[in-house]
T-cell receptor, first 117, second 110 residues
Framework: NAGVMQNPRHLVRRRGQEARLRCSPM?????VYWYRQLPEEGLKFMVY????????ESGMPKERFSAEFPKEGPSILRIQQVVRGDSAAYFC???????????????FGPGTRLTVL | GENVEQHPSTLSVQEGDSAVIKCTYS??????FPWYKQELGKRPQLIID?????GEKKDQRIAVTLNKTAKHFSLHITETQPEDSAVYFC?????????FGSGTRLQVQP
């Protein structure tokens, strides 16, 4: 059973370019979360998605960032017109269907390390 | 929203000693509290978790305690080994996303 997969593992972009990060959840998982981790810091929640639905995007910057999780294919985090401050590790996590009043464990992918030159 | 504070930020212990990391949270609706271990350049890995209907949970050398009244929870590692050296993150969640603490860098000296 393959774990959460992310690609690319490393991505280098110049300022102003677009970055596209992909995440394939674990088999049987229908919930995807994206987190950002700056060097020497903790993980910050960005967005929570189900298939074809954004559940919570309260952690997403209002501009340049977007996320989707289509019916078919991986979840994508898209950063337009990247700036140096976007350099970070972006982790995706997945979980199975959330129980009514509880929370299911999240399993993390290996991350994509974005470097903006 | 939820706010999680974690202490200490760094912790150095001798091999064989115990290590304790403490976290507090602000949202009384949070009901799930996982702990993650992250080695340099690697993904966070879930090592233990506890739900709000339980006060303590143990898995071999690792234990977690939860005090819902005081809104704090702790990670206890006994008989530490050099391979326990890593950054440890606590987190808290209600029905949506995890809010993480700022991390504790644990160094186990051989």
């Amino acid at each position: 059973n393959a774990g959460v997969m992310q690609n690319p593992r490393h991505l280098v972009r110049r300022r102003g370019q677009e970055a596209r990060l992909r995440c394939s959840p674990m088999k049987g998982h229908s919930h995807v979360y994206w987190y950002r981790q700056l060097p020497e810091e903790g993980l910050k929640f960005m967005v929570y998605l189900q298939k074809e639905n954004i559940i919570d995007e309260s952690g997403m910057p209002k501009e340049r960032f977007s996320a989707e999780f289509p019916k078919e294919g991986p979840s994508i985090l898209r950063i337009q017109q990247v700036v140096r401050g976007d350099s970070a590790a972006y982790f995706c996590a997945s979980s199975p269907r959330v129980r009514d009043d509880s929370y299911n464990e999240q399993f993390f992918g290996p991350g994509t390390r974005l470097t903006v030159l | 929203g939820e706010n999680v504070e974690q202490h200490p930020s760094t912790l150095s212990v001798q091999e064989g000693d115990s290590a304790v990391i403490k976290c507090t949270y602000s949202d009384s609706a949070s009901n799930y509290f996982p702990w993650y271990k992250q080695e340099l350049g690697k993904r966070p890995q879930l090592i233990i978790d506890i739900r709000s209907n339980v006060g303590e949970k143990k898995d071999q050398r690792i234990a977690v305690t939860l005090n819902k009244t005081a809104k704090h929870f702790s990670l206890h590692i006994t008989e530490t080994q050099p391979e326990d050296s890593a950054v440890y993150f606590c987190a808290a969640a209600g029905r949506r996303a995890l809010t993480f603490g700022s991390g504790t860098r644990l160094q186990v000296q051989p």
